[in-house]
């Protein structure tokens, strides 16, 4: 067993088969794991990738980077959350009972461990292996004479220029600095122009410039040659206090609580969270990452002016901040260290009709991205913003990103005279500004925007378009799994559904008054939508499972399982003999394979090229199977306090797809790693007679041939 894995089996108490009850108690403590430290078992396998040489070495490095953006959001929100518990005295305890002052104890002591293995891998296994491709990370004592006059000359013309440092002193007090900033503290000797001997001073990194540069080949011999910025400001932190002496320079960045907390009983959300906005770059400390080389006494002094404890302090060897080396891709031309390139598909009833409703009618489209194209998304709301028999259009939009085809054609289709209506979710956590803007520019284009329902995120994914066919109105959708983002969609697993079947159309519609007016809440036919009636009717159909024995079976993928109640359900249809496949990408705080609770639940994690972000829940109801595909993961937020949607995919055809894409995922044995009932996670590998079978690839040959 790794440490990594003893760990987190220490988190939890194992049931042993001599202490199990009869009747194991379904809302035990024991019988559950902990949601964060279930998290960072998760990156922690994002994490592995970069140790995996079935992938490129290019993109075993931005797995290192993924794993450091990962663990940022996760202390600026889950811990930022667990240290307010603890500072206001409200403090939350989960089913599986572990007080927030010992989680936070379990989490330094696991992530540390992590980010230490994360940078020997760095080290001793990325780097290396790129110096052997050529790509070079030229340290300072290895510059030559000409490198040297390069950089000088680069720290003159676009460093010094727009660099500001801090001496500290009683009228130049520690800097309010930016959450996740890469910073210096510089001790000095001497006196500076007026007199002053304050021996410290802070200098923040201009966060304008770019923290990898390369070097020009002409001064260089072959390969591709990086310099940090760091290394730049270290070898000339002198320059930055002229007849001072600088004793050390040594990094150091500081991640604040992220979180933004709005009241329910806002008269403008948009105005409170513009506010709220400017207040997240300055919440309270919550981690302190130095480089390891820095001495204990100028540690102790911004532990202090943070407020932190050691238990917050990260000693790292190397850059304060990996996810910056994402730059690497953009920075050297190697096709050959990265993942081969693919052309996603269109299904061959949109290739065979060029209008784009007239496919629909014919019958309705399920199609899986990134390898199948979100093109026909676009195309869906282009051709309706061209279209004159289509009057109105309705969307939902949570993530879109900066430049989106989908805003441009909602905005086109204002224009034209349609009644355009976009409901904005602008809560969507780090997008909220540039949802600000965007929703600025959809109303000056004439579209009808409103955010939501406070308190209530907008998370469900929904298009209606309403067009005049043979003289009566006609409704067309498109429901998904994922957002309305292009650049997500190349690289985020997730399902879009076309359709203008009767029914969903007037539930999509209900779902739409019930988001821009006010009223009780509809009954709609077809979909299942939270906070009303996904949560409950996810759990009747599990329990209805559960009536067919042995004969059952359950297969449920998302992305995250914490809802205690969803999971108790689970624990009964095991209990009843049917068997539960679980695909969990993440957080999963059910235990599977315990005698007498969960003896038939299986839960396996992929984690691959692709970010697998697919909702399907499945259910065989003794033959005549039902499948839901959703906007919602097992998550108590998800199912109680946000707007959601599953919609049910009824055509045979797309339900023997949908089928097939989950036994896709359950029969991956390289890819795939199942969960354990003491925690541990351990990677699928193919026996000695088996090929690999890597579910993604097996999809990306599969959908490219059609």
């Known amino acids: 067993m790794t440490e990594q894995s003893q760990q987190t089996a220490e988190a939890v108490t194992p049931i042993s088969d001599a202490s199990a009850p009869a009747v194991p108690d379904l809302r035990a403590s024991e019988n559950y794991f902990n949601r964060e430290l279930s998290h960072l078992d998760f990156n922690y396998r994002v994490?592995?990738?970069?140790?995996?040489?079935?992938?490129?070495?290019?993109?075993?490095?931005?797995?290192?980077?993924?794993?450091?953006?990962?663990?940022?959001?996760?202390?600026?929100?889950?811990?930022?959350?667990?240290?307010?518990?603890?500072?206001?005295?409200?403090?939350?305890?989960?089913?599986?009972?572990?007080?927030?002052?010992?989680?936070?104890?379990?989490?330094?002591?696991?992530?540390?461990?992590?980010?230490?293995?994360?940078?020997?891998?760095?080290?001793?296994?990325?780097?290396?292996?790129?110096?052997?491709?050529?790509?070079?990370?030229?340290?300072?004592?290895?510059?030559?004479q000409a490198q040297a006059d390069w950089v000088r000359r680069y720290f003159e013309d676009e460093i010094l220029p727009v660099v500001s440092p801090i001496g500290l002193d009683p009228s130049h007090p520690f800097p309010r600095l930016v959450n996740k900033s890469l910073n210096f503290i510089v001790e000095l000797d001497g006196k500076d122009a007026f007199g002053r001997e304050t021996g410290m001073a802070i200098v923040p990194a201009p966060r304008s410039l770019p923290r990898l540069v390369r070097l020009p080949d002409d001064i260089c011999n072959g390969g591709d040659n990086l310099v940090f910025l760091s290394s730049m400001i270290h070898a000339h932190a002198d320059e930055l206090f002229p007849g001072m002496e600088v004793k050390g320079c040594y990094q150091f960045r500081l991640t604040r609580n992220a979180d933004l907390e709005l009241e329910d009983d806002l008269e403008d959300l948009a105005s409170a969270l513009r506010g709220e906005l400017l207040s997240r770059r300055f919440g309270d400390g919550v981690r302190l990452e130095v480089a390891d080389n820095c001495p204990q006494p100028l540690i102790d002094l911004l532990l202090a002016e943070f407020k932190l404890t050691e238990r917050e302090l990260y000693r790292v060897h190397g850059p304060v901040n990996l996810t910056r080396l994402m730059a690497v891709s953009s920075l050297v031309d190697r096709p050959d260290l990265v993942y081969p390139g693919f052309s996603p598909t269109v299904p061959k009833t949109l290739r065979n009709h060029e209008v784009i409703?007239?496919?629909?009618?014919?019958?309705?489209?399920?199609?899986?991205?990134?390898?199948?194209?979100?093109?026909?998304?676009?195309?869906?709301l282009r051709q309706a913003a061209r279209d004159p028999q289509v009057l109105a259009i309705r969307q939902t939009l949570y993530r879109t990103g900066a430049d989106s085809e989908i805003v441009d054609a909602l905005m086109d289709a204002a224009r034209r005279g349609k009644e355009v209506t976009a409901v904005i979710e602008l809560r969507a956590r780090f997008d909220e500004a540039e949802n600000l803007e965007l929703a600025s520019r959809l109303q000056e284009a004439g579209v009808i925007v409103v955010y939501g329902v406070v308190g209530y995120k907008t998370h469900s994914k929904m298009i209606l378009i309403v067009r005049r066919e043979e003289g009566r109105l006609k409704r067309y959708v498109h429901?998904?799994?994922?957002?309305?983002?292009?650049?997500?969609?190349?690289?985020?697993?997730?399902?879009?559904?076309?359709?203008?079947?009767?029914?969903?159309?007037?539930?999509?519609?209900?779902?739409?008054?019930?988001?821009?007016?006010?009223?009780?809440?509809?009954?709609?036919?077809?979909?299942?939508?939270?906070?009303?009636?996904?949560?409950d009717r996810l759990i009747d159909l599990i329990d209805r499972e559960a009536e067919h024995g042995e004969a059952g079976h359950v297969i449920i993928k998302v992305n995250a399982l914490t809802e205690p109640r969803l999971m108790e359900a689970l624990y009964r249809a095991s209990q009843a003999g049917t068997r539960v496949d679980m695909i969990i990408r993440g957080i999963c705080c059910l235990r599977p394979g315990v005698p007498g609770l969960s003896d038939n639940i299986h839960v396996r994690s992929i984690v691959g090229r692709f970010?697998?972000?697919?909702?399907?829940?499945?259910?065989?109801?003794?033959?005549?199977?039902?499948?839901?595909?959703?906007?919602?993961?097992?998550?108590?937020?998800?199912?109680?306090?946000?707007?959601?949607?599953?919609?049910?995919?009824?055509?045979?055809?797309?339900?023997?797809?949908?089928?097939?894409?989950?036994?896709?995922?359950?029969?991956?044995?390289?890819?795939?790693?199942?969960?354990?009932?003491?925690?541990?996670?351990?990677?699928?590998?193919?026996?000695?007679?088996?090929?690999?079978?890597a579910s993604q690839l097996v999809l990306l040959d599969r959908l490219s041939a059609q």
């Open 479 to 535: 429901l998904g799994t994922g957002n309305y983002h292009a650049g997500n969609a190349r690289l985020y697993t997730d399902y879009s559904y076309l359709s203008c079947d009767e029914a969903l159309g007037d539930d999509v519609n209900k779902l739409f008054q019930q988001l821009t007016g006010m009223g009780k809440a509809l009954k709609v036919k077809k979909l299942f939508h939270a906070p009303f009636t996904l949560h």
């Open 611 to 693: 970010l697998e972000h697919t909702r399907v829940y499945y259910f065989a109801n003794g033959g005549r199977s039902e499948v839901y595909c959703s906007s919602a993961d097992g998550m108590t937020r998800n199912l109680v306090n946000r707007v959601e949607v599953a919609f049910p995919v009824e055509d045979p055809e797309l339900v023997k797809r949908l089928r097939d894409d989950l036994e896709t995922y359950l029969a991956d044995n390289c890819q795939s790693w199942e969960l354990q009932p003491d925690g541990r996670y351990i990677q699928n590998q193919p026996g000695p007679e088996e090929e690999r079978f």
């Open 47 to 144: 994490l592995q990738q970069a140790m995996d040489d079935t992938h490129p070495l290019i993109n075993r490095l931005i797995f290192c980077c993924i794993f450091s953006s990962n663990m940022d959001e996760f202390f600026e929100i889950r811990v930022a959350g667990l240290r307010q518990q603890m500072k206001y005295g409200r403090e939350i305890v989960g089913p599986d009972g572990i007080l927030p002052e010992q989680l936070l104890n379990d989490i330094s002591r696991v992530a540390h461990e992590y980010i230490q293995e994360q940078y020997e891998i760095l080290n001793d296994t990325l780097i290396p292996a790129m110096e052997e491709e050529g790509i070079h990370f030229v340290r300072r004592r290895d510059w030559t």
């Open 357 to 380: 409703f007239d496919a629909i009618r014919q019958k309705p489209i399920l199609m899986l991205h990134p390898y199948q194209s979100f093109t026909p998304v676009v195309d869906f």
